[in-house]
């Protein structure tokens, strides 16, 4: 085949994969949120008072400085150790493999202590405001235990990366992203059995509720356990978790504790509930797939400058390129997961038809985590995995004007 040929192939094969990339990613951004839907301008201040906002506001605003060292300290570190992280070890008695997975854990160890000052900040912030209840001694002694299981992860991955890539060069990524999705999915699927969820107790009506509801939307109903976060934090919070059997919905024992009365938390019961409907937990896979294809190639395309990921110094060069890549796609995974759950917040609205107890939840929301409800545009871009409280009652509003007020 001649040079030109394999040009036009490779174009052909290109445009192709982009079409079906373009197409995929077109249908896990679908919703059934109305596409005309309009909110309205809500007066925050008005529902939360003015001395509450205020508040709010300043908390958010210097926990989003923390926020944005959280984002550019990684890169700071890591480009340095791209530079010159290949220095600090050479080839070992533990093989290639063995040597990358030595520099991957160096870097991690050394982002740690970079990330320490800035952790801790952050530490004395929530505090603060008591929404964290965790000691400085115990955050730093917890993350860094926590280390084990980061370095246990990061060998893994150099593990798979430097494999395929010992067995077919530049082109690992062909073999290495498909794994990386199943383990996404096997992390997904086992989370619940790992989370310490324990049965709930002393709220029957609330498990009639969500039978209630999962009835009314035609969907199986998901068990109901609690996470004991008490001794952590008092934000409230829930999550959908699990997939076909080990679908869970996990409410923390913060959301439980009187703050939010039975109608509010048969929101946050639907809430969840409808991301288990709508399938939600599959399509974040889905999302993740999609990127993880060309971000591994374009890992595999950086690399080659240190020998390619056969290699172990190529693993500092590895670990910038990764964290920077996810980095760059931090902003469309916010956007995607902002869709969801506005979803999960209308469907939660049809199946309890109660928009006042909607309001009054997110209303407290405000109080009981400080998040400012309308913050500045790029807030959400960098933080915002969903809408903004102000943009959740706006949604209430728009749907009690559609069903008559």
Known sequence: MSKSSRRLLGLLTFGALAATW??????????????????????????????ELHRAQHFSFVLDLFGLAGLLLPLIVLALYAKWGHRFIGES????????????????????????????????????????????????IGTWFALGSEF???????????????????????????????????????????????????????????????KREGVTAVPLKVENVGGLTTAPNAEAMGLGPSRRIGLWSTILDGRFSEPQLEVVVAHELAHHKHNDLWKGIGWYALFVFPIAYLIARVTRRRGGMAVPLA????????????????????????????????????????????KALFVSFVRTTNENPNPPFWDPILFGSHPTEAQRIGMVEAWQAQHGG
Not at 166 to 185: D, M, Q, S, T
Request: hydrophobic letters at 55%; glycine letters at 8%.
């Open 93 to 140: 008695a533990a093989g290639p493999i063995g040597t990358g997975m030595m520099l991957a854990m160096l870097g991690i160890a050394i982002l740690w202590i970079a990330m320490l000052p800035s952790n801790l900040g952050q530490l004395w912030w929530l505090r603060r405001y008591g929404i964290v209840k965790t000691g400085y001694a115990e955050m730093v």
């Open 152 to 214: 246990l992860g990061i060998c893994l991955i150099i593990l798979i990366v430097m494999g395929f890539a010992r067995l077919l060069g530049n082109r690992w990524w062909l073999a290495g992203a498909p794994v990386f999705v199943v383990i996404g999915l096997l992390v997904t699927f086992v989370q619940p059995y790992m989370s310490g969820l324990q049965p709930l107790r002393d709220h029957a009506a609330l498990v009639q509720a969500e039978h209630r509801i999962a």
């Open 22 to 51: 373009l197409y995929a990613a077109s249908r896990l951004w679908r919703t059934s949120v109305p596409a005309d839907l309009k909110l309205p301008k809500v007066d925050v201040s008005a529902l939360v008072g003015l001395s």
């Open 315 to 358: 693993v500092p060069l590895f670990l910038f390129a990764w964290v920077g890549l996810t980095t760059v796609t931090l902003p469309i995974d916010n956007a995607f997961s902002r869709r969801l759950e506005a979803e999960a917040d209308w469907t939660a609205l049809q199946a309890t038809n109660n928009p006042q107890a909607a």
